[in-house]
């Protein structure tokens, strides 16, 4: 039987099998074999549950809500339910309310539960009946717990989403030891290490002069001091597993690789490297025979062994909205760019209900999912997880070109004469009708992550710590601005350049090389697209499947939805007769409509989801030997 919903988290059940959580809110248990053999019922939060724990009797799991819940582990049976709302003691204001904590801390120690509450303070509570026993101030302030490590004798070690890791005890609830690891980003995962008796720490930034260029993992000692780092990441480092006998690490992230290493001796080395895999990394199980579960951000779930095959995959079909941009010919009809190409849909007149959106037609590519798609006469230019992009045209792909690195985003000249790709080993210019590479571009060697044009055709890049510079037709860097953060996407709105990522969307003034407006007052997370309607509203969405409304000139916030049903990718406008609409699109495939009222806010109308397809995918993972980076 298959997953229904997109799998977001995954453990081992020891003995047993595995515990799966879905963006639905759902908890599923699968055998050794990714077989599906039980499923709870809806949680009255219907909320993912990122933060998932199990001592083999009871799974207990918080949701990003900081709703927390407990189920039988046999047959997930509900036991007990908190709500977020009620979790907080008289120390906080009457009007605060439950933040969005999209945090995978939790642990069982003892016969006690460990995590922080909607209101970021730390929850002691009973495992059995999950009574409240103490809520305090955190160790970790206002920053959510993403990580619990209890393995070690005599020493706890907490992380945060700010860089730092925590050391102490459980018991007492002191940590006075506090290292800063990462640039106040994730330390998802925090593992100990026996054999030589450290901690390994998972980053996603980097720290100090590597900060948004490289990250990996580091090594901490009992006292607190850094032992070694791998810097061999260029992307969030996500999950982080020891073999049984502890001769193994293994480490996966965004770049969508599985980094084993060698832990026979101190030094940190790589031994092997597994993939690319389909996407992005977000979970991983070692076995007790040394075979690997990996979790992919497309909700694939599929084990391999040491010499890559692929022995298990959990039944999945998947689907995904990661861009949308009108037609050059019509503007009705919209290019989506899904997990298995491009598809065309056309918008018809709205009714009560909003617009509607009938799927005309799709191109395969087997090229990866398509990350970002962009309109040209004739046809599109898109950009693909396994590093092509292509051009498409009347007659069919014109040309394809495959690049070293990851691709994050391209754009095309006001001309329609050339494209600008912004990858992780710099920037490149194509002639659109050829697809030869014309010139490179670089900004100190970093990785970039986004691309625009202004409209005298000059080329804009994004690196991803968050510096823009402006190209001339010489290829010489005529402005550059600083960001608050790394970008996302780059755009135009009537003439000016916007640019969304972590800390909303930012106006840029390249006169001044300087930031001149930001909308984002509210969010929790990283900007991940917006649109501008009638020069009046801003419309963000973000990662923590948000939808947030302000007033454009002013940047202030009009209101914020948190119910979208998966994290959304893509926002366009349409716009009829009856006025201007809202489209979002995003992971599962949903298309969610919205009608504009006049004071900004927004009302949901429909939601249109693709057809959603099983991917064969290969029998092995490749396998390289890498040396250390």
Not at 30 to 36: G, I, K, M
Not at 310 to 315: Q, S, T, V
Request: aromatic share 8%.
């Amino acid at each position: 039987m298959e997953s229904k919903a997109r799998i977001v988290r995954v453990i081992e059940y020891p003995g047993n099998g595995f515990f799966v959580a879905d963006v639905a809110g759902h908890i599923h248990r699968l055998d050794h074999d990714l077989t599906l053999r039980q499923s709870s019922i809806d949680s009255p939060g219907r909320q993912p549950f990122y933060a998932l724990v199990t001592d083999g009797t009871s799974v207990v799991g918080k949701d990003r809500l900081g709703n927390i819940a407990r189920w039988d582990a046999d047959s997930l049976d509900m036991l007990d339910y908190l709500h977020s709302a009620a979790l907080r003691d008289s120390s906080l204001p009457e009007e605060e309310e439950p933040s969005l904590t999209l945090a995978r801390g939790i642990a069982i120690w003892g016969d006690k539960v460990y995590t922080s509450t909607g209101y970021l303070q730390l929850a002691v509570l009973d495992l059995v009946g999950l009574r409240v026993r103490e809520l305090r101030e955190s160790p970790t302030g206002d920053a959510p717990i993403e990580w619990i490590c209890t393995e070690a004798d005599g020493l706890h070690a907490l992380s945060d989403k700010l860089g730092r890791l925590f050391l102490g005890d459980l018991d007492t609830l002191e940590f006075p030891t506090v290292v800063q690891i990462d640039a106040e980003s994730n330390l998802h995962r925090v593992r100990y290490d026996r054999a030589f008796d450290r901690f390994w720490v998972t980053q996603d930034s980097g720290i100090g002069d590597s900060r948004k260029v490289a990250n990996g993992v580091v090594t901490i000692t009992r006292s607190g001091e850094l032992d070694q780092n791998n810097l061999f990441a260029s992307d969030d480092v996500e999950c982080m597993e020891l073999s049984r006998d502890g001769t193994s690490v293994y480490v996966g992230g965004f770049d969508g690789v599985v980094h084993q290493f060698d832990n026979r001796t101190p030094e940190l080395k790589i031994a092997r490297t597994y993939g690319p895999f389909s996407h992005q990394i977000s979970d991983l199980v070692v076995g007790e025979d040394g075979a690997v579960t990996v979790l992919t951000q497309d909700g694939e779930l599929r084990t391999f062994t040491e010499s890559g095959e692929i022995r298990d995959r959990h039944p999945f079909r998947r689907q995904a909205v990661w861009d949308m941009q009108p037609t050059v010919e019509d503007e009705r009809v919209l290019l989506l760019a899904t997990d298995h190409g491009v598809t065309r849909a056309k918008f018809t007149a709205s009714d009560v209900s909003g617009p509607a959106l009938v799927v005309q037609e799709s191109e395969e590519l087997d090229r990866g999912f398509v990350r970002r798609v962009v309109p040209v006469p004739g046809g599109w230019v898109a950009a693909t997880r396994q590093q092509f992009i292509l051009r498409s045209g009347p007659d069919g792909i014109a040309w394809e070109k495959r690049f070293d690195g990851l691709i994050h985003t391209i754009s095309v000249a006001p001309d329609f004469r050339t494209v600008l790709a912004a990858t992780n080993n710099g920037g490149f210019e194509l002639d659109l009708e050829t697809g030869d590479v014309l010139r490179s571009l670089s900004i100190s060697d970093n990785p970039l992550w986004a691309s625009c044009y202004l409209p005298n055709g000059d080329a804009v890049l994004g690196t991803h710590s968050g510096k823009v510079c402006v190209f001339d037709a010489g290829s010489r860097i005529t402005a550059e601005v600083e960001l608050i953060d790394y970008p996302k996407r780059m755009w135009l709105h009537d003439g000016e350049l916007m640019v969304s990522g972590a800390g909303g969307v930012q106006q840029l003034d390249l006169a001044t090389n300087s930031v001149r407006a930001i909308w984002g007052e509210a969010l929790s997370n990283t900007c991940e697209n917006a649109a501008v309607v009638d020069d009046a509203r801003m419309y963000i969405v973000t990662y923590d499947q948000q939808l947030g409304a302000y007033d454009y000139a002013s940047g202030e916030l009009i209101g914020i939805l948190e119910d979208l049903p998966d994290i959304p990718k893509a926002i366009t406008v349409l716009t009829d007769e009856n006025g201007s609409h809202l489209v979002v699109g995003g992971r599962s495939g949903f298309l969610r409509t919205y009608r504009l009222a006049k004071d900004g806010t927004v009302l949901a109308g429909r939601d249109i989801y693709l057809p959603r397809h099983a991917d064969p995918g290969s029998t092995r993972i490749p396998v390289s030997t890498v040396r250390d980076h």
